[in-house]
């Protein structure tokens, strides 16, 4: 693949060539300044944003809990919600995170990261429930639970 790069006088006379680029990934266009712009799929540009929000965000909370400290929610920022997981917890999160960026990139898709902060974020929710909490993180005993009869069917 060749990496033409359009002038702007190609707008007029190669504008479907500019466009097919583009369509197909990268187009790249020199201003009469100099400036070089690119055009691209607004999905792949919508990839590049969301990788790089949360490689910046997963940075920053490595950042933090190398410190050795539970971080403040205001350390935290935009990841408050993650104060309810205690230190194995945010290891995990950050593990599962990683995994979901790489997958993200690999696919070309940030699905898999969307299910994965879903889950966090849903998990974080039932945590904040002081009864959720201790039935989710509670130690359970065999003679807590009890064998359920069959309902009759009339």
Do not use: Y
């Amino acid at each position: 693949m060749t990496d033409t790069i359009f002038q702007a006088s190609d707008l007029a006379n190669k504008r479907t060539e500019l466009l097919s680029a583009a369509r197909s990934g990268l187009a790249r266009l020199r201003d009469k300044d100099g400036t070089s712009l690119v055009m691209l799929p607004e999905s792949k540009l919508r990839l590049l944003e969301v990788l790089s929000e949360w490689s910046r965000a997963l940075l920053r909370l490595e950042a933090l809990i190398s410190r050795g400290v539970t971080p403040s929610i205001s350390d935290l920022g935009e990841l408050a919600w993650l104060r309810v997981f205690g230190a194995e917890d945010l290891q995990e999160f950050m593990s599962d995170l990683q995994a979901s960026l790489v997958a993200a990139h690999a696919d070309g898709d940030v699905a898999t990261l969307d299910e994965c902060l879903h889950a966090w974020r849903t998990t974080a929710r039932q945590l904040e429930d002081p009864l959720r909490r201790s039935v989710l993180l509670g130690r359970h005993e065999p003679a807590d639970f009890v064998e359920a009869s069959r309902p009759d069917h009339e």
